[in-house]
C-alpha cells in the first residue's frame, strides 16, 4: 500500500506570494490533518479534513485555508506569505478520524519564504 | 486546554545504553489517548505506540517500552540497548477521546536523540 505523498517536496517562494501545497492520503483513508512543523514552535495543528467537510481548525490565521476533494486528496493554501511561514507542513492520513486512529504521515514540504 | 511537556531537548548517549524519554501532559478531560511517533533526518513522522487513559498497563515492543501513569499525568518511553538507528526525534502527543471541534493532536516540542557508536 503507497504511503502518504506530498507535493511538492521543497518550494521557495517571496514574500506576499501564495502557495498551494498537495496531500495524497493512503488509499481508503477519509480522514487528512496539516500540521506545520518550525524549530521555535514544535508541530502545530492546522486543520483536519473528514469526507470533503473541515472537521477541526487549529489558531491559525485566515491566510490559511484547505480542503479536501471526493477521493480524499487534500490541498492546503497559504496566501500572503510572511517570512514566518517557511516551515515543514506535513499531511496526515487516518482510516476515519476518529482518535484512536494512528496518523500516517508524508514526508513533508518544505517551503521557505525568502 | 491540553499540554505535552517533553522537558528533556537534546539527550546523547553511547550505543547499548538504557535511555528514557520523559513526558508530561496536561488536560481536562478524563478520556483521552496518549501517542509517541518517531521522526528519523528522513522527516517521515512514524508512529510507535497508542495508549488510551483507561489502560494503564505498561507495554513492551522489543527493545522499546512504555510507561504510562495517570497519577502524575506522564507517559514515559524507555529504549534498552538503544542502536546508531534509534537516532531521531521522539514526539509525545496528546488527544482527546472524542471526535469534532477541539479534537486535535496535541504535540510535546520533541526530544532528539543522538545514539554514539
Known amino acids: 500500500k503507497a504511503g502518504v505523498t506530498q507535493t511538492p517536496r521543497y518550494l521557495i517562494k517571496t514574500r506576499g506570494q501564495q502557495v498551494t501545497l498537495s496531500c495524497s492520503p493512503i488509499?481508503?483513508?477519509?480522514?487528512v490533518s496539516w500540521y506545520q512543523q518550525t524549530p521555535g514552535q514544535g508541530l502545530q495543528f492546522l486543520f483536519e479534513?473528514?469526507?470533503?467537510?473541515?472537521?477541526n481548525k487549529g489558531n491559525f490565521p485566515g491566510r490559511f485555508s484547505g480542503r479536501q476533494f471526493s477521493n480524499s486528496r487534500s490541498e492546503m493554501n497559504v496566501s500572503t506569505l510572511e517570512l514566518g511561514d517557511s516551515a515543514l507542513y506535513l499531511c496526515?492520513?487516518?482510516?476515519?478520524?476518529?482518535?484512536?486512529?494512528?496518523?500516517?504521515f508524508g514526508p513533508g514540504t518544505r517551503l521557505t519564504v525568502l | 486546554a491540553q499540554k505535552v511537556t517533553q522537558a528533556q531537548t537534546e539527550i546523547s548517549v553511547v550505543e547499548k545504553e538504557d535511555v528514557t524519554l520523559d513526558c508530561v501532559y496536561e488536560t481536562r478531560d478524563t478520556t483521552y489517548y496518549l501517542f509517541w511517533y518517531k521522526q528519523p533526518p528522513s522527516g517521515e513522522l512514524v508512529f510507535l505506540i497508542r495508549r488510551n487513559s483507561f489502560d494503564e498497563q505498561n507495554e513492551i515492543s522489543g527493545r522499546y517500552s512504555w510507561n504510562f501513569q495517570k497519577s502524575t499525568s506522564s507517559f514515559n518511553f524507555t529504549i534498552t540497548a538503544s542502536q546508531v538507528v534509534d537516532s531521531a526525534v521522539y514526539f509525545c502527543?496528546?488527544?482527546?477521546?472524542?471526535?469534532?471541534?477541539?479534537?486535535?493532536?496535541?504535540f510535546g516540542k520533541g526530544i532528539t536523540l543522538s545514539v554514539r557508536p
Open positions: 496526515a492520513s487516518s482510516s476515519s478520524g476518529e482518535p484512536y486512529n494512528e496518523q500516517f
Open positions: 488509499s481508503g483513508h477519509r480522514s
Open positions: 479534513y473528514f469526507s470533503e467537510t473541515q472537521r
Open positions: 502527543a496528546l488527544r482527546p477521546y472524542y471526535t469534532g471541534a477541539n479534537s486535535k493532536l496535541t
